[in-house]
């Protein structure tokens, strides 16, 4: 067991173990590897790179990491991870990670997608499932790093011991689990003490007793920690009473809530929702042309006028100077005594250098009008990419948290990403080659019917057939370019899943099954590819016969005619040359009509997010109304709020009320899915409020821009947000506070000397996530942001979830002196459905809780919640007292 404060290298010990960290000096030894045990020596320098080879040659570890890696695939699938299925010791590693109550309520079971990185599950079940993989593979080596962070107590005993202490140790498996939960110590072979990187003591928890007395009565104390009101009380039975037995509590939110027909109600509801992730829409019906319209429109009247005019005056300045030269070349051809009788003869007394002079001229506008045409297509591409992307920007930072928790991450990334490139790149140029091929081939059509009109009668078979021929390529080429980037989708997905979790594959030695995985979705890809692309050798072959139709019904149409008509040479050969390109323009006539459909779904998909419903920022109540103070006391009133996600949804929160004074401190806590976070979003009117308001300091919230609202509030999540870039710029984003400022918040969140290590101190670079910052570094930062916000009031929503213990007591003192007078709100995890696995006697102290009851002991007032209603509210004294109170036995559970 590995433990140690936060930041001191735990999990970066269990990565260098795997070979994933960049070594310095020094080597990993597996097995046979291992130093010398009759010298006790270590290896010598020259034993390293059979070290390294070692490591490259060691066996499978099963690895479950701090953040739960998950695969777009179902809760079975994540489990077995490419394991043969053992029905069996499927069920055992269930009931050990007490995921049965969890698959119960998806919608499929097991068999549920769970979406990309696990989308569908709470902190905790992703945690579970990930621990649950590691217990099920048969490896004889399993690193578990913190699996109890995201875990409230029952469920954590329930892991520690029915997981690592029965399942594991069973196997004879070895186990090392880094955590901050020391009152697990005692259960561990071997202890390793970890500070500021290095190993600072190991060995047996009886070797610490007697060699590191001092570092011993710390973790001592650290696991006997308890307030002095709990050591008064008694130990008693640890039961919860039914609903049947009418809790007495000081406050309730309404009678008749929490009956057991509601709750098999909701429960039938989330039983019946449909997994829709993993579906593709599959249309054989052709894109409307209103999304070319739209995307039209988007351009302007103006820029659209002058598009249409450049194009028309292009090809028809083009025509002209085939049709000029065709006269210049027969006026050449009367000076010959053969051509006398040319119909132009009479005009061959005209100056050659009349002919040249209008060649030239025509030359010139046509290569102006050619670079008019390709300025106004690249400006009315790059006006409309430019609208839309504003607009589709403009739609996703408006809308609603519920957008962002149904709508996957990649459909966004992809709206952002690939649709706005086939608007910038791919549109403007398949529109410009579409409107050039139609009308070449209408040019060239009519040039040959004025030379020979009999053409005409021939030309009507010919465009049915044609007609006929596009149609069922377009179909053909719209489904296979629809299948191409459906097989596009998983390829994408995998590479980028594989990417996330390469630490994870590389653990299990599962490179080589990924990588065949990775040749099979490439394999699928490349034959939707190579049908896409013989459709277009299909099309291409098909266009040249009637191409070459149209060749020779000119060319004998047009010979027949010169015998009867004394038509003349230069008029046949335009003609003949024309017919030539006929198949060409045909070809890519048709296939830039297919593209052109494809690639408007683009411009329909983006269209389809612009009609997303956006939050309303504008408030009722206009700036003037609202102090610049506001909110300077921390005042709330809830009044019969309910809540829900969406207006299609069952409400989370019914019908509560509460009174919170300025500068109280607040514990909220429950079980999983009893409203808790779901509390703290109404705060910033992340959830739909549809019933009911919150009154902050007189004023409804309801009534306020939601900028304002949410400019005026903190809060600390469970996950701590990091943004990339300078550490100033996470403190203090607006660049409002001075630099001694924010000395002072990172002193009083003990991250000064941290800081100051680093080069450039407040400039220090923050990666993406504050990957290089440790969990609980992260989320002292996201503490010290806090206090240099310097709001009235402040929530906490399971903030010290996934910290040690030092860190926790680092931010309750924080809170209890930094923030003495300000509103703070604290959520804190609760008892889960299953009964805790420890047997509790009155001389057997309980397991502490894993999601820290204890944190809210302090608070002025508790509330507890079940099923999104107020169950218990009043001091935790008054609540401890009662023999029947539900957070009284949390608190017995927390000892």
């Known amino acids: 067991m590995i433990v140690g404060q936060v930041g001191c290298g735990k999990s970066s010990l269990l990565l260098a173990t795997l070979g994933e960290m960049q070594k310095i000096s ?19 320098p020259e034993r390293e790179p059979a070290a390294e080879a070692d490591l490259r040659k060691r066996g499978p570890v099963a690895y479950a990491s701090q953040k739960p890696w998950l695969l777009n695939a179902t809760v079975e699938e994540n489990i077995t991870f490419e394991s043969p299925f053992n029905k069996q010791r499927y069920k055992m590693v269930i009931e050990a990670c007490s995921l049965q109550p969890d698959i119960d309520i998806l919608p499929h079971g097991d068999q549920t997608q769970i979406g990309e990185r696990g989308i569908n599950l709470s902190g905790g079940q992703r945690q579970r499932i990930s621990v649950a993989r590691a217990l099920y593979q048969h490896t004889n080596v399993v690193f578990l790093d913190d699996p109890f962070s995201a875990l409230d107590v029952h469920l954590s005993d329930h892991l520690m011991q029915a997981g690592i202490l029965e399942l594991l140790r069973d196997d004879n498996r070895t186990v090392v689990l880094v955590t901050h939960k020391l009152q697990y110590l005692p259960h561990a072979d071997w202890i390793i003490a970890m500070k500021d990187g290095t190993i600072q003591r190991e060995g047996t928890l009886k070797d610490f007793q007697r060699s590191e007395c001092q570092l011993f009565e710390h973790w001592k104390t650290l696991m006997n920690r308890q307030d002095q009101e709990l050591e008064k009380e008694t130990v008693m039975e640890r039961k919860v009473p039914e609903p049947s037995q009418g809790l007495p509590r000081a406050m309730s939110s309404r009678d008749g809530l929490l009956q057991d027909e509601e709750e098999e109600e909701e429960e039938a509801a989330e039983s019946e929702e449909e997994d829709n992730l993993s579906s593709l829409l599959h249309q054989r019906a052709k894109i409307p042309w209103r999304a070319c319209a739209k995307y039209l429109s988007s351009a302007g009247v103006l820029l659209l006028s002058l598009l249409v005019f450049s194009q028309l005056l292009k090809h028809m300045v083009l025509v002209a100077i085939d049709y000029w030269l065709a006269k210049w070349t027969d006026s050449a051809l009367t000076v010959s005594p053969m051509a006398r009788n040319c119909s132009f003869s009479q005009e061959c007394s005209l100056d050659k250098d009349v002919y040249a002079m209008v060649f030239t001229v025509l030359c010139s506008l046509g290569i102006v009008l050619c670079l008019v045409t390709s300025v106004t297509v690249e400006w009315t591409g790059l006006k409309v990419a430019k609208r839309l992307h504003r607009s589709l920007l403009n739609q996703i930072i408006l809308a609603p948290m519920r957008f962002f928790e149904t709508t996957p991450l990649g459909s966004i990334l992809n709206r952002f990403s690939s649709d706005c490139n086939t608007i910038d790149q791919h549109i403007p140029s398949t529109l410009e080659c579409l409107s050039r091929s139609t009308l070449l081939c209408v040019s060239a059509l009519a040039v040959i019917s004025y030379v020979t009109p009999v053409f005409l009668v021939a030309l009507l078979p010919l465009a049915v057939v044609c007609y006929f021929i596009q149609k069922y390529f377009r179909v053909a080429s719209r489904d296979l370019q629809q299948l191409d980037d459906t097989t596009q989708l998983p390829l994408l997905s995998h590479f980028a899943e594989t990417v996330e979790g390469l630490i994870t594959i590389r653990a299990f030695r599962y490179e080589a099954r990924f990588q065949q995985k990775l040749l099979e979705y490439t394999d699928s890809n490349n034959i939707a590819s190579l049908f896409l692309t013989a459709a277009n050798r299909w099309l291409e072959v098909r266009m040249e016969y009637i191409g070459a139709c149209v060749v020779l019904i000119a060319a004998v149409t047009s010979i027949s005619n010169s015998l009867h008509r004394e038509l003349s040479a230069g008029l046949v050969g335009l003609g003949l ?22 690639q408007l779904g683009a411009v329909k998909r983006i269209h389809g997010l612009l009609k997303t419903e956006a939050e309303s920022y504008e408030g009722l109540l206009a700036p003037s109304l609202i102090p610049k103070n506001w909110p300077d006391q921390g005042k709330i009133q809830i009044q019969n709020l309910s809540v829900r996600y969406d207006s299609s949804l069952k409400p989370v929160l019914k019908h509560v009320n509460a009174l919170i004074s300025p500068g109280q401190k607040i514990g909220i806590c429950g079980r999983t899915g009893s409203g808790k976070s779901s509390f703290s979003l109404a705060f910033f009117r992340m959830v739909d409020t549809f019933e009911g308001r919150i009154i902050i300091d007189g004023i409804d919230i309801a009534k306020l821009p939601l900028h304002t609202l949410r400019s005026r509030l903190s809060i600390i999540l469970q996950d701590p947000v990091l943004f990339s870039g300078t550490i100033r710029f996470n403190l203090d984003p607006e660049k409002k506070c001075s630099d001694s400022t924010l ?93 805790c696995p420890f047997p509790c006697h009155p001389d057997q102290p309980l397991p502490p809780l894993q999601h820290r009851v204890h944190t809210i002991l302090s608070a002025d007032l508790v509330i507890v919640l079940k099923r999104g209603a107020i169950l218990e509210f009043d001091t935790p004294e008054k609540l401890l007292s009662r023999k029947d109170s539900v957070f009284a036995s949390f608190v017995r559970a927390d000892k």
């Open 577 to 598: 040359t024309y017919a030539l390109m006929v198949s060409n323009y045909l070809n890519w006539m048709v296939r830039n009509l297919a593209d052109m459909e494809i």
């Open 743 to 835: 000395w002072e918040a990172l002193e009083i969140a003990q991250l000064k000397l941290v800081v100051k290590a680093l080069p450039g101190g407040l400039d220090a670079i923050i990666t993406e996530g504050g990957e290089n910052f440790s969990q609980g570094q992260r989320q002292l930062f996201c503490l010290a942001r806090a206090f240099v916000r310097k709001t009235s009031i402040f929530i906490m929503d399971e903030a010290t979830a996934s910290i040690d213990m030092a860190t926790e007591n680092i931010l309750q003192k924080v809170v209890m002196t930094a923030f003495a007078d300000r509103t703070v709100v604290t959520i804190a995890g609760g008892c889960p459905q299953l009964p």
């Open 26 to 44: 020094g080597a990993v030894f597996w097995n046979s590897s291992l130093p010398d045990s009759e010298t006790g020596e270590d290896p010598s």
